[in-house]
């Protein structure tokens, strides 16, 4: 198992440009959601998934948009970055709400 | 919202002395998770509890939830090199989304 993967590792953005960060889990779980991780700010919740074609809004949404067509896949689409956004987005899942979970390797995004 | 805090930010100890992280909560959680995430890498899972008052060890760590269900601790006893990371909190109120809420963290750092 490759358990939870993430592309790219790296990615720098113009402000205004748009990208999607793909994730993607081999452990067949339900849960899926999107962290974003700041400098003494710990991991914030953008969105997150209970299941294939149910997604909901985190702690801070903003900006950014996500979908579920499959359990397998939770891409994470920023439609107009910005220099906020730059930041360390990591991607999880976990078998339920009280299971544990598992981060990908994350995607450190730079927004110029 | 719910609010989950850690403290202390930072924590500097020699080789061999104890170490306590603490995390209060706003509101009463259904459980609480600890991860612990190395200086680049990602978060990893370390233990949840469940249970009001629940003490669990793994070799030199010690985590206890209160009573209250509203703060927990990890103790680790005579730190080693190894233990060097940012642990983190996280927990979940079933009376407010389904949302696992993180503490900001708190950055271990060992002397030998």
């Known amino acids: 198992n490759a358990g939870v993967t993430q592309t790219p590792k790296f990615q720098v953005l113009k402000t205004g440009q748009s990208m999607t960060l793909q994730c993607a889990q081999d452990m067949n779980h339900e849960y899926m959601s999107w962290y974003r991780q700041d400098p003494g700010m710990g991991l914030r919740l953008i969105h997150y998934?209970?299941?294939?074609?149910?997604?909901d809004q985190g702690e801070v949404p903003n900006g950014y948009n996500v979908s579920r067509s499959t359990t397998e896949d939770f891409p994470l689409r920023l439609l107009s970055a910005a220099p906020s956004q730059t930041s360390v987005y990591f991607c999880a899942s976990s078998p339920g709400l009280l299971g544990e979970q598992y981060f990908g390797p994350g995607t450190r995004l730079t927004v110029t | 919202g719910q609010q989950v805090m850690q403290i202390p930010q930072y924590q500097h100890v020699q080789e061999g002395e104890d170490f306590t992280t603490y995390c209060n909560s706003s509101t009463t959680l259904s459980n609480i998770q600890w991860y612990k995430q190395r200086p680049g890498g990602h978060p990893v899972f370390l233990i949840q509890l469940v249970k009001s008052g629940e003490v669990k060890k793994q070799k030199r760590l010690t985590f206890q939830f209160g009573e209250a269900k509203k703060n927990s601790s990890l103790h680790i006893t005579a730190t080693q090199t190894t233990d060097v990371g940012t642990y983190f909190c996280?927990?979940?109120?079933?009376?407010?989304?389904?949302?696992?809420?993180f503490g900001g963290g708190t950055r271990l750092m060992v002397k030998p």
């Open positions: 996280a927990g979940l109120n079933n009376n407010a989304g389904n949302m696992l809420t």
């Open positions: 998934s209970v299941g294939a074609g149910i997604t």
